[in-house]
């Protein structure tokens, strides 16, 4: 309900700012809206919006697949935290467009390039979420597993992984958030379509209703994945822990 009542509160918050200003510059959320309807209706949307969710959904798995294993490692091994330390600051460090263009001109201009691009800007965070994590895990469980004289792969299974994964479900989230961002960027410098692409075309013809439109489509499916997706999994994959009495 909280939710719901400050997602009332911005839009309030936005149609009053838009009365300040003149349209063209800053449109109201009811002219917002009924562009984006118009763009939906005329069936403009459907084709960018897809080819946007498969750049997020291939940019997503493959940061996982690069960051969760480095995290997981410097989390349990002392050496490697000190090795990859370093090297986990630098690609933090380094700016996603640096990435982008890099990946560009080494892989050419195509969807394989877009993806290794926004999953190398984003994997670095989702490293330090996992490493973070695993330096929380209860040591006094596994040395009890030990005792039980448990096997390496059941303490993984039973033990270590159980105590991960929450770790690994909030990298996921926050790497989706910083991955919705970076595919816009690589849509806008290198690719023919997309959710980037088309804000960077209505930038040029300086169309703020337009501009507006796909900002507030971006923002609605952000939100739905989150709501219907990512929130379901979460519920269903923790249903084991106790709630906590607020």
């Known amino acids: 309900m909280l939710k719901l009542i400050s997602l009332v509160m911005a839009v309030i918050v936005w149609g009053l700012l838009s009365l300040t200003l003149p349209h063209e510059i800053f449109p109201g959320p009811i002219e917002t809206t009924r562009t984006l309807w118009g763009d939906i209706a005329g069936g403009e949307v459907w084709t960018d919006l897809v080819m946007t969710l498969l750049r997020v959904a291939g940019g997503l798995v493959l940061a996982l ?48 390039a877009a993806i290794v691009a926004i999953a190398v800007t984003a994997a670095p965070s989702i490293t330090i979420n996992i490493w973070e994590g695993v330096k929380n895990v209860d040591t006094k469980l596994v040395a009890m597993a030990r005792v039980f004289e448990a096997s390496r792969p059941a303490i993984v299974r039973r033990v270590l992984l159980p105590q991960i994964l929450p770790y690994i479900m909030a990298s996921a989230r926050f790497g989706l958030g910083i991955i919705w961002k970076i595919t816009v960027l690589v849509e806008l410098i290198g690719r023919p379509n997309g959710v980037g692409f088309k804000l960077f075309y209505w930038y040029q013809l300086a169309d703020m209703r337009q501009v507006l439109a796909w900002t507030l489509l971006f923002t609605i499916i952000m939100l739905l994945i989150e709501v219907l997706i990512l929130k379901p999994i979460e519920r269903r994959v923790f249903a084991w822990r106790p709630q906590v009495a607020v």
Request: glycine share 12%; aromatic share 10%; charged share 10%.
């Open 65 to 112: 697949i690069l960051g969760v294993p480095v995290g997981v490692v410097m989390g349990l091994n002392r050496r490697a935290e000190a090795v990859l330390d370093v090297w986990v600051m630098i690609g933090l460090t380094v700016p996603s467009l640096c990435y982008a263009i890099m990946a560009f001109i080494w892989f050419g201009l195509n969807e394989g």
